[in-house]
Nanobody
Framework: QVQLVESGGGLVQPGGSLRLSCAAS????????IGWYRQAPGKQRVLVAR???????YYADSVEGRFTISRDNAKNTVYLQMIRLEPEDTAAYYC?????????WGQGTQVTVSP
């Protein structure tokens, strides 16, 4: 079973940047497609970006051009670089496989974008 730990969130002003990290356990990490998801208060958890084992990426329209997902298989880590952050990006951010296969989500990392 893959376990996932998210980190890197924080409070940032609009227009600022953050880099999130998703550290995973398990020897099969390198063959998995990993996604970053976010959940804003009162809303459903949604996929914002994903990356295949080969490095092919997908982004939700709302983050296209501002977020960049990458991975370092040697470190079992997936990153989400976020620039030009907007208040609408405020949410708890989680990582998981895509499609979702890890039933127990990590604790997530909170991103708050506020003046």
């Amino acid at each position: 079973q893959v376990q996932l730990v998210e980190s890197g969130g924080g409070l940032v002003q609009p227009g600022g940047s953050l880099r999130l990290s998703c550290a995973a356990s398990g020897s099969i990490f390198s063959i998995l497609t990993i996604g970053w998801y976010r959940q804003a208060p009162g809303k459903q958890r949604v996929l914002v970006a994903r990356i295949t084992s080969g490095g092919t990426t997908y982004y939700a329209d709302s983050v296209e051009g501002r977020f960049t997902i990458s991975r370092d298989n040697a470190k079992n880590t997936v990153y989400l670089q976020m620039i030009r952050l907007e208040p609408e990006d405020t949410a708890a951010y989680y990582c998981n496989t895509f499609p979702i296969q890890v039933s127990e989500w990590g604790q997530g990392t909170q991103v708050t974008v506020s003046p």
